[in-house]
């Protein structure tokens, strides 16, 4: 493989590792944690977020959306 696409693969893997370290444990505990009261509706709370989290989360998917149009869009060259 060339060597150009190695960063590539490097990102992918850290994001695959990132995703199923914090995802399986939350997906594991939330099918073993029973409800207290099923009857009782559940309601929803709202959690109070800094702004700069979301600044960077959102500076984060821009970025990505922006690789991803790179990649599909400005990386192919015409044959």
Do not use: C
């Not at 693969?9 to 199923?20: E, F, N, S, V």
């Not at 995802?23 to 709202?46: C, R």
């Amino acid at each position: 493989m060339p060597r150009s696409y190695r960063w590539v693969q490097t990102i992918g893997l850290m994001g695959l590792i990132l995703a199923l370290t914090i995802g399986v444990p939350t997906l594991a505990q939330d099918i073993h944690s029973p409800m207290a009261n099923p009857a009782a509706k559940p309601e929803f709370q709202a959690i109070e977020q800094p702004f700069s989290h979301r600044a960077i989360v959102t500076i984060g998917g821009l970025t990505l959306i922006g690789m991803e149009l790179w990649w599909f869009l400005g990386s192919s060259r015409p044959r």
